[in-house]
Each structure stands twice: as C-alpha cells, then as structure tokens.
C-alpha cells in the first residue's frame, strides 16, 4: 500500500467501534488479515494474565438521548464517540441534573466531540457531545437509551510473523482499541500492515513479529503466552500517532543506547528532515510493558506528534481528514528505512588484515567513495558493526553499508567475523 492506499484502507476500519474487546475489535483484525497473514488469539474473559483479569466483552448496539421536546441526541448511529466506551447499558427517565454528571464535552472546541471511556476499572455510563449542543440543553425530563452487552466472551489479538534466517526478532507492535479516531489510533495499524506487506517481499535476516492488540491488556495477554526464556529480541518500536502532518518524534528504549535506538536515530538524521528524539518515560503506550524490568527489550516508540500534544487528540476532529495520505507515506518510508538499516548493520572481517590491501581496480574513482572505503577497510576487524564505523566516522549510515557490502563482493571483507 501507498499513502493513499493506507489512507482509504483507514477510511474503511474508520467507522467500527472498536474497544478493548468486542466485535468492532475483531473486525478490525478480519480486515487487516485479509491484507496479511495474521494468527487471530482469544483470550477468555476472567483470565489472570500477568495480574490483570481480562475484561468482559463489550459489545453495543444503540445509544441515545430523547429530549423534552422529543429530539434524539447524542446518537450512537452518528458518532460512535457520543457513547462512553464501554458503558452499561441503561434505560431511565431522569432530569437534567441528574443526567448532565452522565455527559462531557469540549468547551474550548464547541464543535468537537470528545472520547471517554468506563473501563473496567472505572465502570458507569455517559456520553460525550458537542459542547455547542450540550449548553443548549433545557430542563425538564430526559429518557436515556444505552443498549449494551457487556458479559464473558474473550479479548482477542492479531500477531503476523514474518520467519527470517535467525530466530533474532524484531518486534513491531501497535494497538487497535480506539473506536472512530484516526492518528490516535487507526494511523498505527494501517502503517504497520503496509509495512508487513513489503517485509514479506524480501527474504530477511531477522524473523519480525507484528502485534494488532488492545493496548495495555492486549500487550500483557500477550506476554502471558510467551516462553520469555526463548526471545531474542534485537530491537523493536511500537508505531502510533503516525499519521499527522507533524514531524517525526522518536521515544528513545529505556536502554536509551542500544543498537537498534542508535540507528534510529541515525535513520532520522540522515534523512536530513526535522523530527525530535527524546528519552523514555513511564506515560505512553505498550512501550511500558516492553521496557518493564524483568524484560527491558531495546523497543522506543516511533511517533510523529505525540499523543496529547496535537489539540485534536482523543476528540472527534482526529478524523479521516486530519491524517494525510502523504504523512502515512512518509512513516512508511521511515519504517522501511529503519528495517534496511538494521538489515544491513552486520561486521565484517578484513581479508587483508596486516597493512593495507592493495585495492587495484577496485580503488574507488572519487574522494568521497576512497573516504568511505577507507573507513570500512580499517574498521573490519570482525567486531565493528556498520553502525559502529558510521558513528566514528560521521558519515551516513547507507553510504556505509553499501561500501561495505561492494568490497564484500569484490572479496576484500567478509560478512561476520571469521
Ligand atoms: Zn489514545
């Protein structure tokens, strides 16, 4: 997929109310394993994962508010954003100040619908709506509708392993729990299924395992299922918030140093265009579960405006038009970037290793290409990674690895360190 192509692949999921579980949910997953193969896992309501129960299956049908003078407000049918998340159901009649500690909305964006839940830890029921709609509300009696399942079924995520040459792993990881918002959330799992499409089209050093899962439980259902002993993670990044016209920000591992952060921030660097690199901290998405500390896996978090920072975050103006198919493109193009380079961040051995080789031929025809074939020369002492040579010697980490890899061909080094 294209920008475009992930654009209209997110204007598709856009409509369905997904939730930490539920069938809007599990359509999401459905339809990007109709574009890549994915394992779809369900995990039953009740079940201990970690010290978190998982939560009942939330399913809602309609919801709605009938008015003193019989208008329907606050309509589910419209805006699936109207309903908490994972409200009760309710059928009453009650006043309006009975009702209104049940609604919420955005003064300072009156055209604006905001997006609340009632999760399991903080169960109840509400809707959000437009603050212009709400200060026009007048007394008098309110007939409340919310028809709602919520009651044991199963939590389910989506995994797409892509087998590489070595059980070393690259972990790829997004969250698909939001209902009908774009950057936060839908920018993450399209971005991440397009990226899956392109790493099935090369063979691969690293075997790459990519998460569709509810944040924050999902991840930890996750985990619970692992043999954790048996991972070898060799970098990772949860994607998120990816779809904005901002730039790119990276959250650092919480290593902070590890390869895999180093040649992030390499990537983004050599790209020449604007983004911002800041260190780990404890708010964010699934990063927290992969940085925990009996793990510690090298996994940041690639962004482009962080979550709470953009004004439309959580609220309905986090639509279908705020993300830019351009702007998808982009993260897809930084991804795809990401993963060459750590592809190719391999050391290599010199065959010539006492004084310099006698190059013939192969000595390179400019200045430039004789300063990068000098430094790989130099550094193949079997230890130094491409990563290694293009941070001492200050020069793109690609210029590098294509040097490396051309007198590789022309047998001066060898791939490892033998
Ligand atoms: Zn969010």
New binding site residues.
Partial sequence: MNGQEMHDFMTELYPLCRSLTGEGTKETLRMIGERIPMTMTSVPSGTDVLGWTVPDEWNPRSAYIITPDGRKIADFAEHNLHLNNYSESVHATMTLDELRPHLCSLPDHPEWIP?RYDYYWNPGWGFCLKDRELASLQPGEYRVHIDADKRPGNLHYGECIIPGETDEMILLSTYIC?PS?CN??LSGPVVLTALAERLRQLPRRYTYRLLFVP?VSGAIAWLASLPLDEMRIAGGLVVMCCGDPGSITYKRSKQGTSACDRIVETVLRDRGQSYSAIDWHPNGSDERQFCSPGLNWPVGCLMRTA?AVFPE??TSADNCEFVTATALGDTLDVLTAIIDSLESNLTYTSTHPIAEAYLGDAYAPTLDARLLQGWVLALSDGRTSVLDMAERAGLPFGDIACAAELLCNQGFITKGNS
């Fill in positions: 997006y939001h918002l936060d959330n944040e979550p975050y959580h």
